[in-house]
């Protein structure tokens, strides 16, 4: 069970790592045709800002989880360095709880979200607004996981 | 103040300093709130996704990701090079370099630790070999950080401009001045440390250098070209522009300089996207935050107080600073602006303070809070390149952080500074 969570959150890692740069890839491209027809061939088309903002969220929730599990997300540790080994640990352990509590909380009010705006079109393409929306839950369980495999590894006695 | 605001702000605060990461103290601080408001926790999923889902802030991965490919594809090195035959033969010219070159570098990136990254990577190894002190070259090159974002563009500025609703090319023309008089002060410094360590100098470049130097630069050069001109001439918007520059990065890195290698390209974007993760999980968890601290109408208690301390407007002001200055040095500069937007709007707009120069004293003081320790990315960056310790390096950046606070004065006092230019050259 501990190796599979840990293979898991490997596993999605890095299938978030390559979902994020086709994520950038259709933001950048999309953007760029836009700008292209704007005044290149002087005709400005509709859809680009949609998808790119759709991709935009998506691309902003996915990378932000991929901060749990590479631990780049910024954090103040003044006071927490200057603890003894233990207790740095007890610490250590506490706070990827509560980030794993987080992402349940984001789950939970993510799938809320999708479920209530079931029957929502975006303006211009008419595409379903939970493709947006969904984006929150999937972040939220990903979030979990990472977490808690970096509980395991706080709890074998290793501090990040 | 309710139970649930005292909750979110203390909350928040204790979370942090017991080591939470910021975005999740943020998080849960904001659940607890909602939790004791009996408010709907769907709020969280919907202000999470929709703190993304802001047109302008798309500038964000995009200078970010323009910055990195220029950087991969050897423009950056290129447009630092340029720098040097123009002041190497002053006294302290290898230090006016470094300035000069990240004034330059600040025309095509809008971030603090790249440019100390850029800057600093190729000229602290430079200054050592010279003579200089590694102190003096690694403070010079952690200093010279904020200047890449006051000079546009700046993702600071753009944040700001989100938050506030101001335009993001005024807001881009306030940070000129006070970015390129900081620029001038550091180079003065660099001129009387090196008379008072006597540092030595080196020959004037001949033209033919020069020309060299300028002709292996010409592509970098056209960068901010580019980007600053479509932001100026009405071309582009700061998005466009971004994307545009994105565009141009790729194709002189691949095809010219021939830095940037095709199947690099995967992990470059992916180091890009998780540098603007930091930034944008921050924005979008803030929302939340930022929504309950509105909620609860916090910003106008905290206003009312400070103003019923004192209606003396240079006195608010100066007290302004000083807070600016030591949140800057304790938080990411980003999420403060936007857990504090609204209270610094409300308090412009009590003091009748322009909001584009509100936005200019939010953002330059936030820019030096990139320098001064204990939490600084400059500061960081610096460490990390040169090998030494944040004390170390704290310890020599006295007479540039003079500087800053005299930019911070002229900003906050001096309207002109941050306003000429843009009803100038926008009306």
Redesign the interface.
Known sequence: MLKFVESLSRFLGRVT?WA??ML??I??GS??LS?FFR?VVGQALSWP?EI??MA??W???L??S??VR?N?????????DRLPGKAGRV??LL?NL??A??GL??V???Y??VA?TAQNLTPTLRLPTDW??W???VCGALVFLHALARLQVSLRGERS | MSEAAWVLTVGFLGLLLLGMPLVFALGLSSLAALWLSDIDLVVIAQRVIAGTQSFPLLAVPGFILAGDLMTGGGLSARLVQVAEPLVRHVRGGLGMVSVLASMFFACISGSAPATTATVGSIMIPEMIKRGYSKRFAASLAVCVGPIGQIIPPSIPFIVWGVIAETSITRLFLAGVIPGVLCGLGYMTVCYFMARRYKLPTMPRATLREFIKAINRGKWALFAPVLILGGIYGGIFTPTEASIVAIAYGLVVGLFIYKGLKFRELGSLVLKSMMTTAIVMFIIAVASVFGWLLAYEQVPDKIVAALMGFSDNKFVILLMLNVVLLILGAFMDNLAAMIILGGLLIKLGLTLGIDPVQLGAIVVVNFAVGMETPPFGYSLFVGSAISGLRIEEISKSMLPFFLVDLGMLMLVTYVPWATLWLGKLILG
């Open positions: 790592g994020v740069v950038a890839t933001l950048v953007l760029l700008v005044y800002e790119s903002m935009f969220a691309l902003t929730l990378s932000g991929l901060g590479e780049f997300h910024v954090r103040l540790t003044l006071l927490t610490f250590e706070t509560c980030v509590f987080f909380v984001l939970y009010s993510g809320d979200l209530r947006v929306n984006s929150a839950p």
